[in-house]
């Protein structure tokens, strides 16, 4: 049974850092791994999807890897802004029999000015 | 704006009451679905709509109620809740195909208060 879990649950850093999020999952056959962003009572954002083929996506000051094969993804954030504070979910899309998206419980950033 | 609006944001209700969520896609897509986030848990999915027809429902309780008119909307019928069903309701659409690689577009949500 897949299980995706994500560390740390919470993050406090200064504006301006440099930080990872981290996902990491039990089964390696997937289809894709996904993060999203969910800002407070709010619905959820597609950031990255990098898919089972790919080593990795990039979007502006974000970058996301995947190694499949250990069954880890990190969340990579350049030069961190207040605006960045929110919630990071990882889902990843299984492959096989059970084709659903499982989810993290997300890590939540505060980026402090 | 990510093109999936969701009304209401907000709803309190008692347990005898009847209500419905709404949701409505601007995206073209084929697939629509219906998520409970509760506080501490993943993600559940509960329902999900390919071209209007339910193709899974995740041993929902039938007090929860999917309706798809067509593939731009789509509800959530609610009847006689509990206060464990207090979530955030959210809908999401993508456009599913051949590939699994679809992304999923989510709407704000509806926050959900059972009394």
């Known amino acids: 049974k897949q299980e995706v879990t994500q560390i740390p649950a919470a993050l406090s850093v200064p504006e301006g850092e440099n930080l990872v999020l981290n996902c990491s999952f039990t089964d390696s056959a997937i289809y894709n791994l996904q993060w999203f962003r969910q800002d407070p009572g709010k619905g959820l954002t597609s950031l990255l999807l990098i898919q089972s083929s790919q080593r990795e996506q990039t979007s502006g000051r974000l970058n996301a890897s995947l190694d499949k094969s250990s069954g880890r993804s990190t969340l990579y954030i350049a030069a961190s802004q207040p605006g960045d504070s929110a919630t990071y979910l990882c889902a990843v899309h299984n492959a096989g029999n059970n084709r659903k998206l499982i989810w993290g419980l997300g890590t939540s950033l505060a980026v402090n000015p | 704006e990510t093109g999936v609006t969701q009304t209401p944001r907000h709803l309190v209700m008692g347990m005898t009451n009847k209500k419905s969520l709404k949701c409505e896609q601007h995206l073209g897509h084929n697939a629509m679905y219906w998520y409970k986030q509760s506080a501490k848990k993943p993600l559940e999915l509960m329902f999900v709509y390919n071209f209007k027809e339910q193709t899974e429902n995740n041993s929902v309780p039938s007090r929860f109620s999917p309706e798809c008119p067509n593939s731009s909307h789509l509800f959530l019928h609610l009847h006689t809740l509990q206060p464990e069903d207090s979530a955030l309701y959210l809908c999401?659409?993508?456009?599913?195909?051949?590939?699994?690689?679809?992304?999923?577009?989510f709407g704000s949500g509806t926050q959900l208060s059972v009394l």
């Open positions: 999401a659409s993508s456009q599913a195909g051949t590939d699994d690689n679809e992304k999923l577009f």
